[in-house]
């Protein structure tokens, strides 16, 4: 059978859908140009490689033959890959989430040949099932309206158009004006975690129900508080809920890392997916948790977390891949699940492992099975340790053994900058706490890669890439993270070329994305923040601003975060200009909708209560200390810069602890430092 368009393309998850008997277009001017010559509605369905609905609307629907007559003769359907075109996925899916109240993937989405949605979901049976439409009749009907019922189409089509405008600009509804130091940071975090304490989970920790989603900026916000209040109660929403991630069946007890989400309330059976996003954003927590608590579970979960990443992701032409499959041989989970016979076959001919009976009371392997056909999902229990004895660890060994012999999960190898430059800035962070130069190393090189390859032939960052073919143009996301990771690298060895392309990079991204004039302090202030696509990219039915933190941070939140980390190393006053005029041009959302924003929230701590530890010279026993200390919005910068005014007339030896560029008096001992650091934390 003759393959579509998407053979062409480089997305796994398009090339997923290359030989479906549907005329798929990618997303572009060809699919749009044919819709309005033939005046026939778009047919656009959005989804990821790792996503297990995917496949299975793609099996059901997108590989028989009568349904793709049905969209072949009606509709142009488009297929996009929601990691490459995150702009495209957030317009389609705010009219998803307008049309029905909720949102997910697969997104399906019907609109005029502009672009316009006029009718979203998002799976649908091949056949009426459990009340919902099955997808023939869907488009059957909708093959209807478009002919006999145009008027009610197009009225449609504009009341989603401007829902989905409405929140797209919802930034520009918000006043400008007024001081940043108005907006008290203290008292927006006590509000943020008093609402998280009221969704707490207190049984299976998290907050919310099934399906249960870790919220790395939600343990990060408690975090933060318990560091800079005593108190007692946030403290214990982040620990309790770390607690019951790395025990549960969302952690993978095996190779290390994440999955996706949970489909229960206790954390024991997930979507088997693994995002590389997850394993930055959720080792980064873990890796706070251990610097606030010291528990060495934690240090342990950012070391198997990360060290999975690169074992596993790692690509031969550099970066990173973005996520490993749900599925394996067409069945979810295959890979990684166990019964009891299972793990008697595996533990055959190794010495030294636990009993069977201990193996799978060790790891919650029943004989009736906590998943499909009597087989269980490893987990352990909170109550226990889980740093492992050298049985248990064999054990471990001895089962991950077995589980590799089986048929593994598709991997996602395409590049996202945003997603790379994620990962980077963590591993950074992680190897100038834990002391893994092997990981600082691994950090550079795909900075580096991302800051030079990843570029068209322009010289504009790109988006993704895949075999080396560069696609799409970077997004707000993409230089965010990608100048976060630049300031993190400063922070790990002090060398001056971070700094020099952390403000290139800045510079580039303010004259793409920021919403106003950045030649002055007076026309920053006038500016309305950041849009999520820069000024050189194609028009869409609106130019969208990213505000609400989802499964990612916000482009706007990471976009201040990063920009007053570097404002942090260089005091440059335009840059922070930026940064107070975003976060007051917010101020309200602050102050009203802070568990809508979380990172924004922490954004403004970072620019009202940034911490600077300055250390002259040579990385020592200071440093350590520095880096090893749970420092919220803090910057620990060592060696001899000549950029950063931090180091520059300092005493090499000594340790500076300053609050927003304020320091006090140099202090010569690890003791003395931390005194200062208590105090300067809690100011």
């Not at 989430?97 to 979203?120: E, I, K, L, S, Y």
């Not at 009341?159 to 130091?181: H, R």
């Not at 941070?553 to 190393?569: F, I």
């Amino acid at each position: 059978m003759a393959q579509n368009r998407l053979a062409q393309e480089t997305s796994p998850y398009l090339l997923q859908h290359a030989d479906n008997p549907v005329d798929w277009y990618p997303w572009g001017p060809e699919a749009l140009q044919r819709a309005e010559n033939e005046d026939k509605p778009l047919l656009i369905s959005i989804g990821y490689a790792a996503c297990h609905w995917c496949h299975v609307m793609a099996h059901e629907s997108f590989e028989d033959s009568a349904t793709a007559d049905i969209m072949n003769r009606a509709f142009v359907p488009i297929k996009i890959d929601r990691e490459e075109r995150p702009d495209l996925d957030q317009l389609y899916m705010s009219a998803t989430q307008a049309a029905t109240g909720h949102g997910g993937w697969p997104m399906t989405v019907f609109a005029t040949p502009d672009g316009r949605p006029f009718f979203a979901g998002t799976y649908f049976p091949p056949s009426d099932r459990g009340g919902q439409p099955g997808f023939p009749r869907v488009l059957l009907s909708l093959e209807d309206a478009w002919a006999n019922q145009r008027e009610s189409v197009e009225e449609q089509a504009t009341l989603l158009s401007d829902a989905v405008e409405k929140e797209a600009l919802f930034m520009n509804t918000l006043e400008a004006g007024g001081s940043i130091d108005q907006l008290n940071f203290d008292d927006i975090l006590a509000t943020l975690t008093n609402d998280l304490s009221q969704r707490f989970d207190e049984k299976n920790a998290g907050f919310g129900s099934a399906p249960k989603f870790p919220r790395p900026s939600y343990v990060e916000a408690c975090l933060v508080h318990a560091a800079r209040t005593g108190n007692i109660r946030s403290r214990a929403l982040a620990t309790q809920t770390l607690d019951a991630m790395a025990a549960g069946g969302i952690y993978d007890h095996l190779a290390g890392g994440f999955a996706r989400y949970s489909v229960d309330d206790q954390w024991l059976v997930p979507h088997f997916e693994k995002m590389l996003t997850d394993q930055a954003l959720l080792a980064r927590a873990y890796l706070h948790g251990f610097q606030l608590t010291k528990n060495p579970t934690y240090a342990q979960v950012v070391d198997e977390t990360l060290s999975w990443v690169l074992s596993e992701l790692s690509l031969k032409g550099g970066g990173v891949a973005s996520s490993v499959d749900a599925d394996a041989d067409g069945h979810e989970g295959s890979h990684a699940v166990f019964t009891p016979a299972d793990v008697g076959e595996a533990l055959i001919g190794h010495e030294g492992t636990l009993s069977l009976e201990e193996a799978c009371a060790l790891y919650s392997v029943t004989p009736s099975g906590t998943f499909e056909q009597g087989a269980s999902v490893l987990a352990r229990e909170r109550s226990e340790s889980l740093l492992r004895s050298p049985a248990e660890e064999a054990t471990r060994s001895a089962l991950f053994a077995q589980r590799m012999q089986r048929p593994q999960p598709t991997v996602d190898d395409k590049v996202l900058v945003e997603w790379n430059a994620m990962f980077a800035s963590v591993l950074a962070e992680a190897a100038s706490v834990l002391g893994n130069e092997a990981w600082g190393q691994a950090a550079s090189d795909i900075v580096l890669m991302l800051d030079e390859e990843m570029r068209s032939s322009e010289g504009r960052l790109a988006r993704a890439s895949r075999n080396g073919v560069v696609n799409h143009l970077g997004m707000l996301g993409d230089y965010a993270w990608l100048l976060e990771a630049m300031t993190r690298l400063f922070e790990l060895d002090g060398q001056d070329i971070w700094l020099e392309r952390a403000t290139r990079l800045a510079n580039d991204m303010l004259e793409l994305f920021y919403d106003g004039s950045v030649d002055s302090i007076e026309t920053i202030e006038e500016g309305a923040g950041f849009y999520t696509t820069g000024h050189d990219a194609e028009a869409l039915i609106v130019r969208a601003k990213d505000l609400f933190d989802g499964a990612l941070p916000s482009a706007t939140a990471s976009a201040v975060t990063a920009l007053s980390r570097l404002v942090a190393l260089t005091n440059d006053p335009l840059h922070r200009a930026v940064v107070a005029s975003t976060l007051t041009r917010v101020g309200s959302v602050l102050d009203s909708h802070a568990s809508a924003v979380p990172d924004l929230v922490l954004a403004l701590g970072s620019l009202h209560h940034r911490v600077e530890v300055a250390i002259p010279g040579p990385r020592g026993e200071l440093a350590r200390a520095a880096h090893q200390t749970f420092i919220p919005f803090g910057i620990v910068v060592t060696g001899t810069s000549t950029l950063s005014p931090l180091l520059q007339g300092r005493e090499i030896g000594s340790a500076y602890v300053c609050r927003s560029g304020v320091c006090d008096l140099p202090v010569h001992d690890v003791s003395a430092m931390q005194d200062q650091l208590t105090k300067a934390v809690r100011n």
